[in-house]
């Protein structure tokens, strides 16, 4: 299970998340990604928390948060007029009902904001020697394809195994708009870094999406 492997690493994931500016969250992809969440109302709740920082910078920004289970909230229907899901619908184990429970706790006109590995990012990947030209990104498996990832990434002493799962993009829409969403914005974010081979691809998807009423 997904959810169990990452419980594995939860110290790992504890030591990599926050060390200063260690990885994309500090870099770039909290500023893109507080810039899609809608202002603060009776409460947000944020699903697959991890460590805690997006519920830390959410609470500086005025919400009220609530963190649970993706499977099962730890609240009522229709009470919570936000939620944010950052990095974590690609690590869960059943997309369809976080989803569903995510439609049942937002009430009606109530918005989800999220980010997930961009799919083109789990599908594939960079080929060939870094610092050369541009490197070429190749997808070799199914596109369509749902499976299990597994990535070791070590930097600046760092280890961290990242459990998840390859969905299409369509996985992600049908996902949402089944359980009774609205996709409202649809955005791509990468490392603006104009050295790097991400530059020319994208690694995170953000969505934002309206609770139909
Ligand atoms: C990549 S981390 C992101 C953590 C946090 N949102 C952040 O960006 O710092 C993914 C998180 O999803 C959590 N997760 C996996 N399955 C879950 C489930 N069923 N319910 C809630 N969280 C889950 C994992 O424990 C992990 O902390």
């Not at 199914?142 to 597994?150: A, G, I, K, N, Y």
């Not at 990434?153 to 829409?173: K, N």
């Not at 691809?201 to 609770?211: D, I």
């Amino acid at each position: 299970m997904l959810r169990r492997d990452w419980d594995d690493h939860a110290g790992q994931w504890i030591a990599w998340a926050r060390a200063p500016g260690h990885d994309s969250y500090w870099r770039f992809h909290r500023d893109e990604f507080l810039a899609l969440v809608p202002p603060p109302g009776r409460l947000t709740l944020d699903i697959g928390c991890g460590e805690g920082r997006v519920a830390r910078d959410l609470r500086a920004r005025g919400h009220r948060v609530v963190v649970g289970d993706a499977a099962r909230l730890p609240v009522g229907d229709g009470v919570a007029d936000g939620a944010v899901a950052f990095m974590s619908l690609q690590d869960i184990d059943d997309l369809e009902a976080a989803t569903a429970e995510l439609a049942r706790v937002l009430r009606p006109g109530g918005r989800l904001a999220l980010a997930v590995v961009h799919p083109v990012n789990s599908a594939g990947r960079f080929v060939g020697d870094k610092g050369g030209d541009a490197r070429p990104f190749v997808i070799t498996d199914s596109w369509f394809e749902r499976r299990r990832t597994v990535d070791t990434l070590e930097r600046d002493g760092l280890t961290m195994t990242f459990h998840s799962e390859h969905r299409p993009l369509g996985a992600y829409a049908d996902a949402l708009t089944g359980a009774g969403f609205l996709i409202e914005r649809l955005r791509e974010v990468t490392d603006p870094d104009p050295d790097g081979d991400w530059v020319r691809v994208p690694m995170f998807l953000q969505v934002l999406a309206v609770r139909n009423g």
